[in-house]
Antibody, heavy 118, light 108 residues
Framework: QVQLMESGGGVVQPGRSLRLSCAAS????????MHWVRQAPGKGLEWVAV????????YYADSVKGRFTVSRDNSKNTLYLQMNSLRAEDAAVYYC???????????WGQGTMVTVSS | EIVMTQSPATLSVSPGERATLSCRAS??????LAWYQQKPGQAPRLLIY???TRATGIPARFSGSGSGTEFTLTISRLQSEDFAVYYC??????????FGQGTKLEIK
């Protein structure tokens, strides 16, 4: 079935880096733009980044611009989020999501938790 | 950036009754408005897009309405599985895609 599965979360010290992955299955990954959305503990949803279906275009939330990089490997059906210079306020569950035909997020992964703490 | 504001923050409704959730955009988003449901410990699920079109597999008791800056999600005849947090999201002007802060629907 259509599925997204994130991995790579964990505990990291402020200022360090972490790379998240999102493995897609059950659909033609290369045909879809993909997003990262995060949710801090007890808070709402915050859009983080998007990458076009072919990887040529990327956009970022102001809060992560210059620190995070989204990429994809269509041959591996995998989406990535490279997070550098992590801050306490980056601590959250990070979800990958597929952008459906209406530019909404029609498929979500189960999320991976990132904790930033010294 | 378009700011999305949801009300109320918490809504208490009895099972079997109707729930009405509101979402306001800081500027017109036409009908480019989606609703998501999130249960504790789970990822969000797309309910409504285009302000009023139910996503695949969403029961008919969920309905959306509105356009421009004012939107409503109505859940008729609430069932136990409907108690969750609901988010609206605009996708008219991007980036960024912006969400409301959420409405928690709780059992009265």
């Amino acid at each position: 079935q259509v599925q997204l599965m994130e991995s790579g979360g964990g505990v990291v010290q402020p200022g360090r880096s972490l790379r998240l992955s999102c493995a897609a299955s059950g659909f033609t990954f290369r045909n879809y733009a993909m997003h990262w959305v995060r949710q801090a503990p007890g808070k709402g949803l915050e859009w983080v980044a998007v990458i076009s279906y072919d990887g040529r275009n990327e956009y970022y939330a102001d809060s992560v611009k210059g620190r995070f990089t989204v990429s994809r490997d269509n041959s591996k059906n995998t989406l990535y989020l490279q997070m550098n210079s992590l801050r306490a306020e980056d601590a959250a569950v990070y979800y990958c999501a597929r952008e459906g035909g209406e530019r909404t997020f029609d498929i979500w992964g189960q999320g991976t938790m990132v904790t930033v703490s010294s | 950036e378009i700011v999305m504001t949801q009300s109320p923050a918490t809504l208490s409704v009895s099972p079997g009754e109707r729930a009405t959730l509101s979402c306001r955009a800081s500027q017109s988003v036409s009908s480019d408005l989606a609703w998501y449901q999130q249960k504790p410990g789970q990822a969000p699920r797309l309910l409504i897009y285009g302000a009023s079109t139910r996503a695949t597999g969403i029961p008919a008791r969920f309905s959306g309405s509105g356009s421009g800056t004012e939107f409503t999600l109505t859940i008729s005849r609430l069932q136990s599985e409907d108690f969750a947090v609901y988010y609206c999201q605009q996708y008219k002007n991007w980036p960024p895609w912006t969400f409301g802060q959420g409405t928690k629907l709780e059992i009265k």
